[in-house]
């Protein structure tokens, strides 16, 4: 019924199961025709999904700058870097996918995976609150009357 799916970027999970510990070879190895360049395509997606809330955040840091307000540079900055930051928890947890299937592994895969969960959702956050903070100044720029 289903041809193709590309298991390390629809189903990352996999690899935090009870029943991985202790395996001769990782989920991805089982599942995957090609692991090698299944993982790399999979980390390029998921990358390029995430470089697209970067993308805004620095232009937020942009504007920040054109407009010499600090705060708003600031901010910018940080949603930034704690985007790229998600990108390197993400691409770490995808490696250490791979490595292996041993008790303190999987552990290990599950704090990342956690981490990497509530970054992403502290981002999102962060990241609406630097947009309204910019329509404002923004705002404040455009109509200065009001």
Same mark, same amino acid.
């Given at each position: 019924?289903?041809? =193709?799916?590309?298991?390390?970027?629809?189903?990352?999970?996999?690899?935090?199961?009870?029943?991985?510990?202790?395996?001769?070879?990782? @989920?991805?190895?089982?599942?995957?025709?090609?692991?090698?360049?299944?993982? %790399?395509?999979?980390?390029?997606?998921?990358?390029?999904?995430?470089?697209? @809330?970067? %993308?805004?955040?620095?232009?937020?840091?942009?504007?920040?700058? *054109?407009?010499?307000?600090?705060?708003?540079?600031?901010?910018?900055?940080?949603?930034?870097?704690?985007?790229?930051?998600?990108? #390197?928890? *993400? *691409?770490?947890?995808?490696?250490?996918?791979?490595?292996?299937?041993?008790?303190?592994?999987?552990?290990?895969?599950?704090?990342?995976?956690?981490?990497?969960? #509530?970054?992403?959702?502290?981002?999102?956050?962060?990241?609406?609150?630097?947009?309204?903070?910019?329509?404002?100044? %923004?705002? #404040? =720029?455009?109509? @200065?009357?009001?």
């Amino acid at each position: 019924v289903i041809g =193709y799916v590309l298991v390390p970027f629809y189903a990352p999970e996999i690899v935090m199961s009870d029943t991985n510990i202790e395996r001769a070879r990782t @989920p991805y190895e089982i599942w995957c025709r090609s692991p090698t360049w299944e993982v %790399l395509l999979a980390l390029l997606i998921q990358t390029v999904m995430q470089f697209q @809330p970067i %993308l805004l955040a620095i232009f937020i840091w942009t504007i920040g700058q *054109m407009l010499r307000d600090e705060p708003l540079e600031a901010r910018g900055r940080s949603v930034t870097n704690m985007g790229l930051s998600i990108v #390197f928890i *993400m *691409m770490a947890y995808q490696l250490y996918a791979c490595a292996g299937t041993s008790n303190v592994l999987v552990t290990v895969e599950r704090v990342f995976y956690t981490l990497w969960f #509530f970054f992403q959702a502290a981002f999102i956050v962060r990241l609406a609150t630097a947009c309204q903070a910019c329509r404002e100044l %923004l705002d #404040f =720029y455009l109509h @200065p009357d009001t």
